[in-house]
């Protein structure tokens, strides 16, 4: 079972939703359960958040799987350091262009 994964459906607020399994290439529909939004709440056009759900993938644009449930980390392993690169602003001096024909071309649309 994979918990809290993120379902975008098209032209909705994402949900979050528990996953059966990973979907796979051959699915045509994603099967879950416990649907619920992002604040927790139950949305207004279900009736029972513990029943199994269909989505069809016609109407899902993406859905987001936390990577811990799809690969737990091992009981014994150790904490990885990770190096971040520092933020590099652009140099807030640089003068900027304007293309005179390109604004020309704008206002004439």
Partial sequence: MIHNAVIHIANEQPLLADLFETPSTTDVSLVCT????????????????????????????FIEIPAAAVAPEP???????????????????????????????????
């Fill in 34 to 61: 416990n649907v619920r939004m992002l604040d927790g709440k139950k949305p207004i056009f279900i009736d029972r958040t513990d029943s199994v759900f269909v989505f069809p993938y016609l109407h899902v644009r």
């Fill in 75 to 109: 009981a014994d392993a150790e904490p990885v350091a990770v190096a971040v690169a520092p933020v590099v602003d652009p140099e807030p001096d640089v003068e900027i262009e304007i293309d005179e024909d390109f604004l020309r071309r704008i206002r004439e649309v």
